[in-house]
T-cell receptor
Framework: GQNIDQPTEMTATEGAIVQINCTYQ??????LFWYQQHAGEAPTFLSY????GLEEKGRFSSFLSRSKGYSYLLLKELQMKDSASYLC???????????FGKGTRLHILP | DAGVTQSPTHLIKTRGQQVTLRCSPI?????VSWYQQVLGQGPQFIFQ???????GRGNFPDRFSARQFPNYSSELNVNALLLGDSALYLC?????????FGQGTRLTVV
């Protein structure tokens, strides 16, 4: 079957760093996405990894290890606006069927 | 450039009724996918269309159907609505690697 696991909730302090982990077991692999979703809004694209390693984009970085079925999203210099759900998602095949995890709700404390 | 647009933004229907949701992809994008997101969960894949052909279907009953038009816009139809169909319905379009989501249609079945 297809399974994506990520923590349900995390809490961090403004200005700090937080790492959100994601593990996946899918029938195939054709890329891993991270999306941010604020309450009541649509997901917005953060990152895409298809090869092993770290992709850095401003305050956000994403890491992938295909052999371990593991990824993480690293958020630096946290801001209050980063309070949101973060969705890990895998494209298992070459079509657009993207399998989403349940999301990690991140709370930022002042 | 306009992003992915969905209509309507909100909808209230009665059990047993039928509903049609609409999506216009980003200009130049030929792939449209539909997702259902219930509260507290990640989006679940319903359909993918590419060049007017169905390329993928998720684990949803036959009450759910979709189509794509020559201009690449798409409609999602749901017949015989159930209370459990209440959710945020998201449309995503893809032209390359990234999948961009529309704001969604929030369907409430009463």
């Amino acid at each position: 079957g297809q399974n994506i696991d990520q923590p349900t909730e995390m809490t961090a302090t403004e200005g700090a760093i937080v790492q959100i982990n994601c593990t996946y077991q899918t029938s195939g692999f054709n890329g891993l996405f991270w999306y941010q979703q604020h309450a009541g809004e649509a997901p917005t694209f953060l990152s895409y990894n298809v090869l092993d390693g770290l992709e850095e984009k401003g305050r956000f970085s994403s890491f992938l290890s295909r052999s371990k079925g593991y990824s993480y999203l690293l958020l630096k210099e946290l801001q209050m606006k980063d309070s949101a759900s973060y969705l890990c998602a895998v494209r298992a095949d070459r079509d657009d069927k993207i399998i989403f995890g349940k999301g990690t709700r991140l709370h930022i404390l002042p | 450039d306009a992003g992915v647009t969905q209509s309507p933004t909100h909808l209230i229907k009665t059990r047993g009724q039928q509903v049609t949701l609409r999506c216009s992809p980003i200009s130049g994008h030929k792939s449209v996918s539909w997702y259902q997101q219930v509260l507290g969960q990640g989006p679940q894949f319903i359909f993918q269309y590419y060049e007017k052909e169905e390329r993928g279907r998720g684990n949803f009953p036959d009450r759910f159907s979709a189509r794509q038009f020559p201009n690449y816009s798409s409609e999602l139809n749901v017949n015989a609505l159930l209370l459990g169909d209440s959710a945020l319905y998201l449309c995503a379009s893809r032209g390359g690697t990234e999948a961009f989501f529309g704001q969604g249609t929030r369907l409430t079945v009463v």
